[in-house]
């Protein structure tokens, strides 16, 4: 039965506006109104809220708003490609990353760092401040492509891209995720790459045996938080990631689990849908999905033999 009591305002001296507002964005609040405004004991309006109120990173976690966040984002971010690279008429970003391009003419030798932009027309090193395109091609004057290892100053072996012409010039770049590029270059440049180098040692990008969401229980010095996130399952490697970090917070490959379980109890994803992949090394990592059953298929199936005899 529900108590008829008015709720009525308390005080709190000890509590400020920033205890409000840390509440709010880090556990928030639900919010079930129904009020009714009467004058001289005559109803006129009726009001009935249901509302949630939270931080977006919790409000994502919990599966809320992902739609309008994905969208958002995806919109903010061709915004700002549009507005460092200016596009020509049709054209359309492919993908873009950090990168630079070797510059071996005249008398300055060495590397120069900018965005790497991959488009449908073309490939750009641009530098933003001070604005300046340090190279191009366009793809229909590439030859060939291919990954080649360089040696850093330091002693570490880093993967380059190197661009050949049709007129057999080479040029030598710089990117953040080398195999990437060189995989959406080899399916841009289909039919149109050197036999020898077409199948190159990257290959094309794997495609996902799986991609959705899911929640993962980050380890804190707190004590383990589940956070919602998206995930990637290929046959090499499950990888997890928050949309507000900007690195994956998990990255396992598949030959690293010795084993893949659905354990008993409640998870963010209601009653019986956590996860548990044990590893190699001994680690337990925990998952909670929206359909366990269908994970649980997935990572068996990605998971190697012997772990699962």
Known sequence: MTDPTPMRPTREPRVTLDDLVEVLLNKGAVLHLDLIVAVADIPLIGVSVRAAIAGMETMLEYGMMRNWDEATRAWAERSAVRRALDLREGESIVRRMSGGHLLTEGVYHGWRPGTVYLTDQRLVVLREEPREVLWQTELGSVGAVRLK????????????????????????????EPEALHALLVKALAGRLAPALSAGSAGEEEPPIAEGHLWYEEPRRSGPLWRGGRARLTADRLTWKSPVDGRPALVLDTVDVAGVERAAGYGPGGEGSVLVLRTTAGEEIRLSADDPERWLRWLTFAAPEPALA
């Open 149 to 176: 290892p360089e040696r850093t100053v330091g002693g570490e072996e880093r993967l380059r891209l190197e661009v050949r012409s049709a007129g057999g010039r080479r040029d030598l770049l710089s990117a953040r």
